[in-house]
């Protein structure tokens, strides 16, 4: 009976519907690093006659850096790889969103932070501009 259990838990996770896991993918690295630094988002993107371009954005309140990339439907490569470079320090949120030719999108929000020098705050940084209240920083994805 276990097996006929394990066996059915595992042919409903491979056969799921169409989220957002399974048509768009976003990887961040690195999570924490020192200014300047390179960000590097990886998208994987399922293969989609609709996917019509990628936006993917890094945003830390007082620092904007955004890329836009066209996709060619069910032709476009699997893994694309955006760069942000010499990132000043500051807590950024990264999103990604897939358009398509449908008006659809899908959005994967990422956290990193990028530690300023000794002494320096971040761009936008504020003990109290944090949403939680905290004064902490947060880490890890959204």
């Keep these: ?19 957002a896991n399974e048509r ?8 924490v690093s020192n200014a300047p630094s390179t960000v590097t988002v990886k998208a994987i993107v399922e293969r989609n006659a609709a996917n019509r371009y990628l936006e993917v954005e890094a945003d830390s309140g ?11 439907g069910d032709r476009a ?4 790889e955006i760069p942000f470079r010499n990132l000043p320090g500051g807590e950024y ?10 008006g659809g999108r899908t959005v994967v929000r990422r956290t990193v932070l ?3 020098r000794s002494g320096e705050q971040p761009w936008g940084w504020s003990p109290y501009s944090r949403l939680d209240g905290s004064g ?6 959204q």
């Design 77 to 80: 490569p699997l893994v694309t």
């Design 93 to 102: 949120a990264v999103a990604a969103t897939l358009h398509d030719s449908l």
């Design 114 to 116: 990028v530690l300023s």
């Design 24 to 31: 768009l993918a976003v990887r961040v690295t690195p999570n």
């Design 136 to 141: 902490l920083p947060r880490f890890g994805s």
């Design 62 to 72: 007082g620092f904007y850096r955004s890329s836009t990339i066209q996709l060619d």
């Design 1 to 19: 009976m276990r097996i006929v259990g394990a066996t059915l838990a595992i042919l409903i996770a491979a056969t799921g519907g169409q989220n």
